[in-house]
Nanobody
Framework: QVPLVESGGGSVQAGGSLRLSCAAP????????MAWFRQAPGKEREGVAA??????RTYYSDSVKGRFTISQDRANLYLQMNSLKPEDTAMYYC???????????????????WGQGTQVTVSS
């Protein structure tokens, strides 16, 4: 398992932006399927964005497509979140799995490594 540490969460008004980061101390993101999930109180954890670091292919859920952008460099995974809405309020987690992203890229069970999460709160 890869140790993952998220940062960049916070409170913002609707329409604002935040950039989340996920670091993997001692590791480089090469050949991994990396994803961002989120979980709001009382709801299931849902995948919102994913990237295969070996080929740069990206995946987005319908709820964030056009507003969120996932990217990575050798040491960090990022989630740029624009046009934030109150319904984006959640704990955001990064996840990693060695190998290509599968067709079930937003299935939680497909990832063995998880961070502790960073809170994002969007007020109306």
């Amino acid at each position: 398992q890869v140790p993952l540490v998220e940062s960049g969460g916070g409170s913002v008004q609707a329409g604002g932006s935040l950039r989340l980061s996920c670091a993997a101390p001692g590791y480089t993101y090469s050949g991994y399927c990396m994803a961002w999930f989120r979980q709001a109180p009382g709801k299931e954890r849902e995948g919102v964005a994913a990237i295969f670091t070996g080929g740069w292919r990206t995946y987005y859920s319908d709820s964030v497509k056009g507003r969120f952008t996932i990217s990575q460099d050798r040491a960090n995974l990022y989630l740029q979140m624009n046009s934030l809405k109150p319904e984006d309020t959640a704990m955001y987690y990064c996840a990693a799995q060695l190998g290509r992203c599968s067709t079930s890229v937003f299935v939680r069970a497909g990832y063995k490594s998880w961070g502790q999460g960073t809170q994002v709160t969007v007020s109306s």
